[in-house]
């Protein structure tokens, strides 16, 4: 192939690729910056947890021990009648212990109680696994959960774009012997900084945000269920005989616990061996897991129905000490239990993957390292924004021109089926944009040859 050839089809490439970059660049743009504006957040969680709600989650520590479960479970019943669902001990010295109720008003709500005096320190709406209300709203948005299965949809598409467009972006960066990919920012002013701003600001965070990007996924309806049947299908989810040895009911584990491993949620909950009789004691039920050596932090879900059992579930800043207990209501004895060290190899893979991302595998360092990643994003997605406005003809978006060799729209084309294999809604949105780009290109001709 000659030298001119092979620089006019690279040089095609390089606009189709810019092409594709800027427009789905613009495209997630808004969705980029509220993701990490609140993962940033809430990998904080805990600590602003603590500090918002320092009355009720926070307590004097004192030289006694803690009140026996029954007594604090009773003490938040009176306060606050209901049906107890849950109840979390104190996971350090100087918490408050947590009890869940489902009022007689239909709403569940968080009773803290002071564990050392018993004294019912106040109550907050339910919100599972974030903790508060205010972080449940944090939570939701950054899932797009609000607007329902739709959210959920854009989230895991933008997650896909998210990879693509890091990879695209290091494409249109790499030297290639010009004065391109610069480490530094050079420029001093105008659209050029905001540029040198994107680039270098995407080539430093370029790993981590794709880590967060894929460790993001398991979450998703499409990517992540896929994921998950796959894990199961390999036997590298969870090993066999765990969800055989007892009956199972139709609940399944994220419709019953606030906190269990990912890999287990969508398992069904065993069932008691009876039917009916007299339940055990939550104080026997602690004292059972207590003594199974379950890290603090746990909470312990009461029975639904006289089939139900007892689950005492926890996930800890310390990872390799996750576990899932499940007892039947009537004998206390143990139906299952299992933590890390019992997954598959995905399943293994996808804790420790999701552990990171929220921040917790590594204390405070791995949630500075994900909040610098974040404030990167927000970044970028800024530069992008600015980089655009500037560039933009007066009246029209500024979308770089269609190449006109017709081998690069084959080429992308072969890039969003292979894609579309990997990132399901991904390929989807690539089919369409091709499709668009098809009718730009043939009707682009006749227009001009019209005029």
């Keep these: 192939m000659p030298d001119t050839t092979r620089q006019a089809g690279s040089s095609a490439l390089y606009r189709a690729v810019w092409r594709w970059h800027f427009i789905a660049g613009l495209l997630i743009l808004p969705f980029v910056f509220i993701i990490a504006l609140t993962g940033g957040i809430y990998l904080f969680k805990d600590e602003i947890n603590n500090a918002a709600y320092r009355d009720l989650r926070i307590v004097a520590p004192a030289d006694t021990a803690p009140l026996a479960a029954s007594?604090?479970?009773?003490?938040?019943?009176?306060?606050?009648?209901?049906?107890?669902?849950?109840?979390?001990?104190?996971?350090?010295?100087?918490?408050?212990?947590?009890?869940?109720?489902?009022?007689?008003?239909?709403?569940?709500?968080s009773i803290f109680v002071n564990p050392y005096t018993g004294d019912v320190l106040g109550s907050l709406w339910d919100a599972g696994a974030s903790g508060t209300p205010a972080m449940y709203v944090v939570r939701k948005l950054h899932s797009l959960e609000y607007v329902g299965w739709v959210g959920n949809r854009i989230i895991e598409a933008v997650a896909g774009w998210m990879v693509l467009l890091t990879a695209t972006g290091i494409y249109l960066w790499w030297p290639r012997g010009k004065k391109l990919g610069t480490a530094t920012i050079k420029a001093t002013k105008g659209r050029p900084w905001w540029r040198d701003l994107h680039a270098v600001t995407g080539i430093y965070s370029a790993a981590f945000i794709v880590f967060l990007a894929m460790t993001g996924l398991p979450w998703s309806s499409v990517w992540g269920g896929y994921f998950y049947d796959s894990a199961y299908a390999l036997g590298l989810g969870m090993p066999d005989g765990y969800w055989s040895k007892t009956p199972q009911s139709t609940v399944l584990t994220a419709e019953a616990l606030d906190r269990t491993p990912w890999i287990m949620e969508q398992q069904p909950m065993p069932i008691s061996g009876a039917t009916s009789g007299v339940p055990a004691g939550l104080d026997q039920i602690v004292a059972t897991v207590e003594g199974l050596g379950i890290a603090?932090?746990?909470?312990?879900?009461?029975?639904?129905?006289?089939?139900?059992?007892?689950?005492?579930?926890?996930?800890?800043?310390?990872?390799?000490?996750?576990?899932?207990?499940?007892?039947?209501?009537?004998?206390?004895?143990?139906l299952y239990d299992a933590g890390l060290g019992d997954l598959g190899a995905l399943g293994w893979a996808a804790e420790w993957g999701v552990s990171i991302h929220m921040g917790q595998a590594w204390g405070l360092a791995n949630q500075i390292v994900l909040l610098l990643v974040c404030v990167a994003m927000m970044v970028m997605s800024v530069a992008a924004g600015v980089m655009w406005w500037k560039r933009r003809p007066a009246g029209a978006l500024g979308t770089p021109q269609i190449p006109t060799d017709?081998?690069?729209?084959?080429?992308?084309?072969?890039?969003?089926?292979?894609?579309?294999?990997?990132?399901?809604?991904?390929?989807?949105?690539?089919?369409?944009l091709a499709a668009v780009e098809c009718v730009i290109y043939l009707t682009e001709p006749r227009r001009a040859r019209a005029s």
Aim: glycine letters at 8%.
């Design 71 to 109: 007594q604090i479970t009773a003490n938040a019943l009176a306060a606050h009648p209901g049906v107890l669902k849950a109840y979390q001990p104190a996971p350090t010295a100087d918490r408050a212990a947590e009890v869940n109720i489902l009022g007689e008003d239909g709403l569940k709500n």
């Design 296 to 334: 603090p932090g746990y909470a312990v879900n009461m029975p639904s129905g006289e089939a139900g059992v007892f689950s005492a579930s926890v996930y800890p800043d310390d990872i390799t000490q996750e576990r899932v207990i499940h007892l039947d209501q009537y004998t206390g004895d143990v």
């Design 406 to 432: 017709w081998r690069i729209p084959r080429t992308v084309l072969l890039i969003a089926v292979a894609a579309g294999i990997f990132f399901p809604l991904v390929g989807l949105t690539l089919i369409v």
